[in-house]
Nanobody
Framework: QVQLVESGGGLVQAGGFLRLSCAASGRIFSSYNMGWFRQAPGKEREFVAAISQSGGSTYYADSVKGRFTISRDNAKNTVYLLMNSLKPEDTAVYYC????????????????WGQGTQVTVSS
C-alpha cells in the first residue's frame, strides 16, 4: 500500500512558476514509477509527466514539454513537478500517482493516487 499526499499548489500569474511535491508513505517508494496528471473543470484527466523508479527516465506531455520538469528524491520518498512559464490553460487539479509500469501515460496503469492539489494560473 502506498499513500500519496500532494502539496505546493496555489494561485500564480501567467508566466510564473510553482513546484508541486508528492510525499509517499512506505519503504517501497523507489520500486514505483511515478506520474503527474491533471484535470481541469469539465475536462478529462490528462497525463502530464512521469518518471522511472531511479529517476533516470522522464516522460512529458507535449503541452508541458520544455516548461515542466519532473524529478524524484527516493531518500525523501518524494516526487516533484517544477512548473515554469505557467499559462492559464495549466489551471487544474494536479494529482500524483504510482505505477508498476514504466512511462505509463494512461491513468488506468496507475495503482495509487493522491488527493490532488489545485493550481490556478491567472491571466
Amino acid at each position: 500500500q502506498v499513500q500519496l499526499v500532494e502539496s505546493g499548489g496555489g494561485l500564480v500569474q501567467a508566466g510564473g512558476f510553482l513546484r508541486l511535491s508528492c510525499a509517499a508513505s512506505g519503504r517501497i517508494f523507489s520500486s514505483y514509477n511515478m506520474g503527474w496528471f491533471r484535470q481541469a473543470p469539465g475536462k478529462e484527466r490528462e497525463f502530464v509527466a512521469a518518471i522511472s523508479q531511479s529517476g533516470g527516465s522522464t516522460y512529458y506531455a507535449d503541452s508541458v514539454k520544455g516548461r515542466f520538469t519532473i524529478s524524484r528524491d527516493n531518500a525523501k520518498n518524494t516526487v516533484y513537478l517544477l512548473m515554469n512559464s505557467l499559462k492559464p490553460e495549466d489551471t487544474a487539479v494536479y494529482y500524483c500517482a504510482a505505477a508498476r509500469v514504466r512511462g505509463a501515460r494512461r491513468g488506468e496503469s496507475y495503482d495509487y493516487w493522491g488527493q490532488g492539489t489545485q493550481v490556478t494560473v491567472s491571466s
